[in-house]
């Protein structure tokens, strides 16, 4: 690590990079998960899904230089390599046969939701213990996007449908619109 002066110690520098590289790490293995799905995706959902994965790559692919970047501006080197990333991230390759396109979805939104709670435990890392509030806030608004792409991943396999009173009903029951 580089000496440098920005109001934090050489141990609370590092103490964020470790935790910005498996941030790094875990936003990588979900890029390859959605690129990999992104190109597999059958059936009536393949349009939709497969533009949808497209945004969220390209978003993902921007967070990664994001991320990198401000490990750089500490003054350290990202993690930069598969095998690098592997051995940090929390979440984990499928390497088995391809799921269908909603069990897709599903593996999905449970990656951006094991990346969320991380991400919540690393905000308070970062202010509480390292004392960080930039990349506190950094990591904030990377949490609040992983959040509208779980919400929206989650909506598409509900299965449900609002009534007018905003109680669920079954898809199988439901009325159509304006009715």
């Known amino acids: 690590m580089n000496k440098i002066n920005i109001g934090l110690t050489e141990e609370q520098r590092q103490g964020v990079v470790n935790l910005l590289n498996q941030d790094l ?46 490990i750089r501006a500490l003054g350290c080197y990202p993690i930069g390599t598969m095998e690098g990333f592997l051995k940090v991230a929390t979440l984990k390759e499928q390497a088995d046969k391809i799921p269908l396109a909603t069990g897709m979805v599903d593996r999905l939104v449970k990656d951006h939701e094991q990346i969320i709670r991380n991400l919540r435990d690393h905000v308070d890392q ?54």
């Not at 960080?132 to 929206?152: P, R, S």
């Open 126 to 179: 970062c202010s509480e213990e390292f004392h960080d509030q930039g990349t506190a806030d950094f990591l904030t608004n990377l949490m609040e996007e992983h959040e509208q792409i779980a919400w929206m991943l989650r909506s598409f396999i509900e299965g449900e449908a609002l009534q007018p009173d905003g109680k669920h009903q079954p898809t199988e029951t439901r009325s159509p619109v304006g009715v």
């Open 25 to 70: 790490a875990d936003s990588y293995v979900l890029l390859v998960k959605t690129k990999k799905y992104h190109w597999d995706v059958v059936g009536p959902q393949f349009r939709t899904l497969h533009q949808l994965w497209e945004e969220h790559y390209n978003a993902l692919t921007e967070n990664i230089d994001k991320l990198a970047e401000r």
